[in-house]
């Protein structure tokens, strides 16, 4: 059976995470502007997701997982995403990228440390972007040099996601050896848990963002500082260092299907709002509903979110058939770049039909509309994504980059 097909045939109905999700929705979407007006971080949500068995779903049952399919967590991230983009991102965080990466390539001693973290309510953090590496991410400066059974980290990230909330860091680094000679790009587990004594030296939140939008996720800048790592915490994929980096982004690739799905989650929940108000809300006598140029737009909306969710899903259905466990790089990529393009436009169109009143803080459009911007920047750029998929579709390697590589 080829991937579509045995996507499309796929009994969907099946998946006891999404009713957990759906018995928590309503509490979820109630709480959903507190945290945007307050800034802080949804603990309580956290809380109630672990309770739920939502956090970790991806860890294999060994370790004390649920052993869910990306696809399956998809359609969990779609549900909170319609309520909370916060939640959403959570959720992707604890069940794709960073988690994924160590269930894939960590050893076996690795894996029982993180699952119990993640299961109890983190949210692992991924550290690659610097000041100066951003989609050149393998520009990175920040250095670790191997020191016996140690490594001795130093430089900087910025833009963190649940930097300071996160007890799980993945850190991007450049190995080098006791000769100083470089080894390649290898990822480093670093474990902070100030409120159980747990506080590396050299490990610093130097300062938070402000953001507008996903108000209560923290992005931070973080400093090492002769940070020690032990060898036992250093992430190797079969290839070693020298093709550390690009094994360990094949983790990214759920990642960035579940990034994808959040912007398509939150472009549902805004057009779902928006057909309930235009049947209810009368102008010249009659439902807005009944005007043309709305009932286009409603058309045009409904096709975008609908052939997103199609392509998302299809990529994060490809993980069961791919020999890495993980989502095709090209449908990741062509489904995050699709979705967060046109989850821009299908809630601003949805805030459009609610008129003034989408642009106040009533209704949670504008709160929807400043969370769903983020997601053609952060987990690789729309720019970024297509040169992906250009270079695939045509069998080039896009000459882009600084190198020409
Ligand atoms: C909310 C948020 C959360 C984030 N979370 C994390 C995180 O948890 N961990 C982490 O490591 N990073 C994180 N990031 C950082 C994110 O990965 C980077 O912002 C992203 O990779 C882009 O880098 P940059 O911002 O430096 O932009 P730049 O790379 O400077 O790019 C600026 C602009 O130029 C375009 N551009 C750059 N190169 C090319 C090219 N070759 N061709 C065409 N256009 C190009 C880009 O698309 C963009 O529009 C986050 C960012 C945001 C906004």
Not at 277 to 290: D, K, M, N, S, V
Request: hydrophobic share 45%; charged share 25%; with cysteine.
């Amino acid at each position: 059976m080829n991937t579509h097909a045995a996507f499309f045939t796929r009994d969907r109905t099946a998946n006891p995470w999404l009713d957990r999700m759906r018995e928590l929705s309503p509490g979820i979407a109630d709480r959903a502007a507190r945290w945007d007006r307050e800034r802080s971080y949804c603990w309580q949500n956290v809380a109630e997701l672990s309770e739920a068995g939502l956090m970790g779903m991806t860890i294999p049952r060994r370790f004390g997982g649920g052993g869910a399919t990306y696809l399956q967590v998809a359609e969990v991230v779609e549900e909170a995403a319609r309520h909370c983009t916060l939640t959403a991102r959570v959720l992707v965080e604890a069940n794709m990228g960073g988690i994924s990466a160590v269930m894939a390539y960590g050893t076996d001693a690795q894996r029982a440390f993180a699952a119990p973290i993640v299961l109890a309510g983190d949210k692992p953090a991924i550290c690659i972007s610097e000041p100066d590496a951003g989609s050149a991410a393998t520009q990175m400066t920040t250095r670790a040099d191997r020191r016996g059974d140690r490594w001795i980290l130093n430089g900087r990230k910025h833009w963190i996601t649940g930097g300071g909330v996160s007890k799980l860091y993945l850190i991007f680094a450049r190995a080098f050896d006791e000769a100083g000679v470089e080894l390649g790009i290898g990822g480093f587990l670093v474990h902070v848990d100030p409120a159980n004594g747990i506080e590396p030296d050299g490990f610093k939140v130097v300062r938070l963002e402000r953001t507008m939008g996903l108000c209560g996720m923290p992005e931070a800048e973080l400093a090492f500082d002769n940070l020690e790592v032990p060898d036992d915490m250093v992430l190797r994929t079969r290839s070693g260092f020298e093709q550390g980096f690009k094994d360990l982004m094949t983790a990214y690739n759920s990642q960035r299907v579940g990034a994808g799905t959040i912007a398509m989650g939150v472009a549902a929940g805004a057009m779902d709002r928006a057909k309930q108000y235009i049947r209810e809300r009368e102008q010249f006598g009659r439902p807005l509903a009944e005007f043309q140029g709305l009932q286009w737009m409603i058309a045009d909306m409904e096709a975008l979110v609908h052939a997103s969710r199609l392509m998302l899903f299809e990529a994060a259905h490809s993980a069961a058939l791919s020999d890495t466990g993980f989502p095709d790089m090209t449908k990741a990529a062509q489904a995050k770049a699709f979705a967060s393009e046109n989850a821009i436009k299908v809630v601003n169109d949805a805030l459009q039909m609610f008129g003034a009143r989408g642009y106040g803080d009533l209704e949670p459009l504008e709160r929807m509309y400043r969370d769903v911007r983020m997601f053609t920047i952060g987990g690789g750029t729309a720019q970024i994504l297509k040169t992906q998929v250009a270079g695939s579709v045509l069998g080039i390697k896009t000459p882009q980059t600084r190198q020409g590589t």
